[in-house]
């Protein structure tokens, strides 16, 4: 088998670079609209009680997404991918990538003192 050429393989991995930028873009973008535009806004037309009582809901979600559906899970998106990104054969599962952004939707979304950095960094 012969091997490319250097500029080749650079213009691949140009094109997957690009595709793959695209395609995180996509899913933060859905992930953005999903929680402030979806979930939030529906909350902040609420009642004051509903209002109050948002936050502790979704924590109270929260755990349970990540205990149940993220396999334990911890709550700490971004300080696990700063950590993996220090590691020499750094490992996120990706197993638990939708467990993660469901269980960020339902603290940001309920309005939990939450950045949407987190669940976009990971």
């Given at each position: 088998?012969?091997?490319?050429?250097?500029?080749?393989?650079?213009?691949?991995?140009?094109?997957?670079?690009?595709?793959?930028?695209?395609?995180?873009?996509?899913?933060?973008?859905?992930?953005?609209?999903?929680?402030?535009?979806?979930?939030?806004?529906?909350?902040?037309?609420?009642?004051?009680?509903?209002?109050?009582?948002?936050?502790?809901?979704?924590?109270?979600?929260?755990?349970?997404?990540?205990?149940?559906?993220g396999n334990n899970?911890?709550?700490?998106?971004?300080?696990?991918?700063?950590?993996?990104?220090?590691?020499?054969?750094?490992?996120?599962?990706?197993?638990?990538?939708?467990?993660?952004?469901?269980?960020?939707?339902?603290?940001?979304?309920?309005?939990?003192?939450?950045?949407?950095?987190?669940?976009?960094?990971?």
């Amino acid at each position: 088998m012969q091997s490319l050429a250097p500029e080749a393989r650079h213009s691949r991995l140009l094109v997957a670079s690009a595709l793959l930028g695209v395609l995180v873009g996509v899913v933060v973008s859905a992930f953005e609209f999903v929680t402030v535009a979806g979930v939030l806004e529906n909350i902040t037309h609420q009642g004051l009680v509903v209002q109050t009582l948002a936050p502790l809901v979704g924590l109270a979600l929260t755990a349970i997404i990540l205990a149940k559906l993220g396999n334990n899970a911890t709550s700490s998106t971004s300080d696990e991918y700063i950590s993996a990104y220090h590691m020499r054969n750094p490992v996120l599962a990706p197993s638990k990538l939708p467990a993660r952004l469901l269980a960020g939707v339902t603290t940001i979304g309920f309005g939990g003192a939450l950045g949407l950095e987190g669940p976009s960094i990971y």
